[in-house]
């Protein structure tokens, strides 16, 4: 007699769609370059000599110094102008800080096998690697900067560098795969639109501003 029929959640699994397996592809792609590039990792790796510069870069990306820089710029500022825009900036890395949280807490992705847990200030949710926050702070202060700030060229040249440095810096040191940091990338530089489309001003929140 015929055999009977697989049940239908049997014959989905025998037979994966073919987005599940491009999706498992693009993962093991992204895994494979990681580890490649992961060439700062630690002492021993490749480019282990220059690991040391790597967690400069790391500090100069980290919501913590530029948390306490730009308070204590809003605290030292004469100018109403001024003080606009350092609130603003101090709102958008709050913000930044916040959803980042929470995406990393639903993702839940562990970070790469070969990273060195030696980060600087970490807290619970830093265990997890998806998205890559420095890349999402790079990409808005980046763009924070050059909309509110008059520079010359070069400087603008240098602060869209040291945004993309900051981002390569977290797959070379081994603290992300490279989807944590395009993704942070491209969910830091979304996130300045929202910044703008809230600014705070005298008139949008005249209680912020009477604090200082």
């Known amino acids: 007699s015929a055999a009977a029929p697989l049940p239908e959640e049997d014959c989905m699994?025998?037979?994966?769609?073919?987005?599940?397996i491009a999706l498992r592809s693009l993962l093991a792609i992204d895994l494979w370059a990681s580890k490649r590039l992961g060439v700062c990792?630690?002492?021993?790796?490749?480019?282990?000599?220059?690991?040391p510069l790597m967690k400069v870069i790391e500090v100069s990306g980290h919501g913590i110094p530029w948390l306490l820089g730009t308070f204590y710029g809003l605290?030292?500022?004469d100018s109403s102008a001024t003080r606009e825009v350092l609130l603003n900036l101090l709102f958008?890395?709050?913000?930044?800080?916040?959803?980042?949280?929470v995406v990393k807490g639903l993702v839940k992705r562990r970070r790469p096998t070969h990273n060195k847990?030696?980060?600087f200030v970490t807290i619970?949710?830093?265990?997890?690697?998806?998205?890559?926050?420095?890349?999402?702070?790079?990409?808005?202060?980046?763009?924070?900067?050059?909309?509110?700030?008059?520079?010359?060229?070069?400087?603008r040249v240098l602060v869209v560098l040291w945004a993309l440095i900051v981002g390569v810096?977290?797959?070379?040191?081994?603290?992300?795969?490279v989807t944590d940091v395009l993704f942070g990338l491209l969910l830091g530089y979304a996130l300045y639109g929202v910044v703008?489309?809230?600014?705070?001003s005298p008139l949008s929140a005249p209680a912020l501003f009477a604090l200082w």
Do not use: I
């Not at 699994?13 to 599940?20: T, V």
């Not at 958008?92 to 949280?101: G, H, N, Y």
């Not at 810096?169 to 795969?177: C, E, K």
């Open 75 to 77: 605290c030292q500022s």
């Open 124 to 155: 619970s949710v830093d265990k997890y690697s998806f998205p890559s926050g420095h890349a999402t702070r790079a990409a808005l202060v980046c763009r924070f900067v050059l909309h509110h700030l008059v520079l010359a060229v070069p400087l």
């Open 13 to 20: 699994k025998l037979n994966p769609s073919f987005l599940g």
């Open 92 to 101: 958008a890395l709050l913000l930044d800080l916040v959803l980042v949280a």
């Open 117 to 119: 847990m030696d980060m």
């Open 41 to 51: 990792a630690r002492e021993g790796s490749a480019w282990g000599s220059a690991r």
């Open 196 to 200: 703008e489309y809230c600014w705070l």
């Open 169 to 177: 810096s977290r797959v070379m040191l081994g603290r992300h795969n």
